[in-house]
């Protein structure tokens, strides 16, 4: 047994691995600021000791798993390597972990966490399945057969990963602090292709992804009829989306999904390609997709007060979309009230229009600060610029909170990868007569 310090446990992908390692058997405890963040809150439910960040936390024998929000002078990495303890980086480690397994690394601009988690769900109905999901979710079974990961572009994050398969989604141009161009994430997801060592499940519908050039098959999966896997004959309801699968021109299975959106029948389809290429019967498959509760900050719902709130990851134009369009399709009766808190400057500035389309979409718009990031600077831009591009909308601030209660029978959704969740709790004790905190 090996004893595992994680610097930095509160990460989303740190913590999914801590939980991993803990449930593998190992022994593991990891450090941290003080503030509480939702990835912590599976680490408590283990028993899993969180400590606050201090040099102390090293000892003998233990192997330090750091994060990379951490430089090499952050005294616990510095006394790590003063007493000779192994310090070994996030990515490289999960790199080499997935040695151990029929690895399969979930990627994309969009839908990573939502597809990572129904793979794993799917696939543990059919051998014991270890995951990683970017939510900070990650479970682990001592005799795993597979391992299902979300893999980051960020930063080429993920090209710490050779996987025996990779399920690649759409690529878009995102991370503009980092990226260049759409062409200079194609390269990153080129390069990725060439480390995958089994096949490649692409999306064909993406013009990008047909361009992909790899070592292994590639098996396409879409809308269009030039796909290796074909939906067809979509049926949409208030209870879900049911297709037809064609393989090759050739009927294969109709299914059922509990989800919304154009977006979700596509992640189903990777999900359905990939197990069909592994030879797993399509009843099967069907019988895990009926029992699939979803991940966290995905079109999660609450209801209160005769109102509906949602609270999704939605921070790219693309995702609102898809968001919006998975809320009409669900609740067509109803308001559809867009709550947004862009996410970087870097990021609103660059997708100002494109954010502005996407969010005229609902019916009407409320925009929170921006969340600025701590590797940027502001700028000039402001939350008013995206408020001048979208006629229906208004600036909300913590004393103005109270105006969503102007609307009755509505559908909020609360999207955004920064704490759009305060506002959320906000409005949620509103609805309960109480105080705004």
Do not use: W
Not at 112 to 117: L, P
Not at 186 to 208: T, W, Y
Not at 385 to 411: F, M, W, Y
């Amino acid at each position: 047994m090996t004893f595992y310090h994680f610097t930095g446990i509160k990460g989303s992908g740190m913590s999914s691995l801590a939980q991993i390692l803990f449930d593998s058997g190992e022994s593991v405890q990891g450090s941290d600021i003080e503030k509480h963040f939702f990835t912590e809150d599976p680490l408590h439910e283990r028993g899993i000791s969180v400590l606050p960040f201090d040099a102390d936390n090293i000892k003998e024998g233990m192997t330090v798993i750091a994060g990379n929000a951490f430089p090499d002078d952050h005294p616990e990495i510095v006394r790590a390597k003063e007493m000779g303890v192994e310090v070994i980086r996030y990515h490289k480690f999960l790199g080499e972990y997935l040695e151990k397994y029929t690895s399969v690394a979930v990627t994309g601009a969009h839908g990573k966490t939502s597809t990572t988690g129904l793979l794993a769900h799917v696939l543990s109905g059919n051998e014991p399945t270890s995951y990683l999901i970017g939510d900070g979710t990650g479970s682990g079974t001592e005799d795993a057969k597979n391992f299902v990961m979300e893999a980051c572009e960020y930063r080429r994050h993920f090209l710490a990963y050779h996987p025996d398969y990779a399920v690649m989604l759409n690529v878009d141009f995102d991370h503009p602090d980092y990226y260049s161009s759409i062409d200079d994430v194609f390269s990153a997801f080129q390069e990725m292709a060439l480390q995958v060592k089994k096949a490649i499940i692409a999306c064909g519908d993406d013009e990008n992804l047909q361009r992909i050039q790899a070592n292994v098959p590639v098996v396409y999966y879409g809308f269009g009829s030039e796909n290796d896997f074909e939906a067809r004959n979509l049926e949409k309801d208030t209870t879900g989306t049911t297709f037809d699968v064609f393989v090759r021109n050739e009927f294969y299975n109709r299914f059922h999904i509990p989800l919304f959106g154009d977006h979700n029948v596509l992640n189903t389809l990777a999900v359905i390609s990939l197990c069909e290429y592994e030879g797993i019967p399509a009843t099967l498959i069907q019988a895990q997709l009926s029992t699939y509760g979803g991940v966290k900050r995905r079109f999660t719902e609450t209801k209160m007060a005769g109102q509906i709130l949602i609270d999704d990851y939605a921070h790219h134009p693309t995702e609102i979309r898809a968001t919006i369009q998975s809320a009409r399709q669900k609740y067509p009766d109803r308001e559809l009230i867009a709550v947004f808190q862009p996410h970087t400057f870097s990021r609103t500035k660059a997708f100002l229009n494109d954010f502005a389309d996407s969010l005229n979409g609902a019916d009407c718009a409320y925009l929170c600060e921006i969340f600025g990031s701590a590797r940027e600077r502001a700028g000039e831009l402001t939350i008013q610029d995206l408020g001048d591009l979208i006629p229906n909308s208004k600036i909300l601030r913590a004393d103005t909170i109270q105006d969503l209660a102007t609307h009755e029978n509505a559908v909020f959704l609360f999207m955004g990868a920064g704490d759009i969740g305060k506002y959320q709790k906000a409005f949620e004790n509103i609805l309960n007569g109480e105080e705004v905190l």
